[in-house]
């Protein structure tokens, strides 16, 4: 621009000087040379400046060019690169421009719903009316918006972003994330204090009721004082049979939750464990049968302990008569345990819910025998982390086996 700026300098002064001559010596064939030299001079220049501003031009165009192009590439890599990552995000993603159509959405987005919403208008989402409403709604809004919603048995957590270039609405971003696991464990945990506090209820209002009359009636016979005393301790040891269990469970399920693993002769642990409850079963005329082969298998001695005595305690609870047996065998690179007994039996609509948290069958049985309603769940627990399996296989009113799977 500079060297334009010159040349149109040195003409004005060359017409300065040729005027100037004129006025001074106006000699016609001088000065009829010097206007042709001049115009000559003007034209050459002007001619210059034309191709050299031409020449400018189209090189300022090829570097406009050029960084047009590396900003496209720029912009199409970053886009790529958003793509590639949102397919792997974990969460759905979905872009509507400021025409309400939806430019983009990942394939976690068809997961959730089975619909492929690419290229649709959001007013024709009708796939699911709450995910309709808040897309909506965010488009409206043109403001980051955040709501939850539920679809087929679903939970959703939906976050939209509004997308601006200067200052003007292109569209927003939407994140969707299942939240389906958090909320039932949510659910479950509210459903299982709820139930830990209707079981330690009852034995508190017994221990509560019984202290007040045992401190009001002072000279209470002697009979009636003890049986009320016997109540008590009674109440008190289910008390603390259910912390126990609820403490037993909570540590089970901690994630960084590890079993004491050790060789057993497993033969050996169930004979053990019947044992210490022949007495139990003998009070109720109830026969305990064992037939195990021993076999060295390594598990965590003291929760397959647990597990045996809860599955025989719970037999001798259900059972009024007749008798009750475990064996156990090896077969296919499995321990097997299996206990039988000819107590009441299960409903088979009631055999997917006896492992449930505070679950009874009978309710009054249960409760009268101190058992916790955690037994079988605590089992079903122990049983799982061990890399087993349980089944029950059940009569009503002709008895019920319960049968565990042990990998050697």
Known sequence: MMNFKKSYIYIAVLYLLVAIYIIIDNNPAVTFTLIIFLMIYHFVTFIGVKDKLSEDKQVSVQKLQYKLDETKKESEESYLHFLSLSQTLGSGVIMVNDDGKINFANKDVLEYFDFDFNNKYYEDIQIS??????????????????????????????????????????????????????????????????????????????????????????????KDRNEFIEILQKESVRMETILNDLLIISKMDRIDYELTVTEVHIGELVLESTNALKRLAKEKNIELITNVKDEIISVDKNKIEQVIINLIKNAINYTDEGSITVTGYTENDFYTLRVSDTGIGINSEEIENIFKRFYRIDGARSRDSGGSGLGLSIVKNVVLKHGGNIQVDSIKDEGTTFIITLPL
């Open 129 to 222: 009316k709450p995910l309709y409403k808040f897309i909506s709604k965010a488009y409206l809004l043109e403001q980051k918006y955040r709501k939850q919603i539920v679809y087929e048995d679903k939970y959703f957590d939906l976050l939209s972003t509004p997308i601006f270039e200067d200052d003007i609405f292109k569209g927003c971003l939407i994140i969707i994330h299942d939240i389906t696991t958090l909320r039932t464990a949510e659910n479950f945990q509210k459903r299982f204090t709820a139930d830990v506090s209707h079981e330690l209820k009852t034995p508190l209002s017994s221990i509560k009721g019984i202290s007040e009359i045992l401190n009001r009636d002072r000279n209470m016979e002697e």
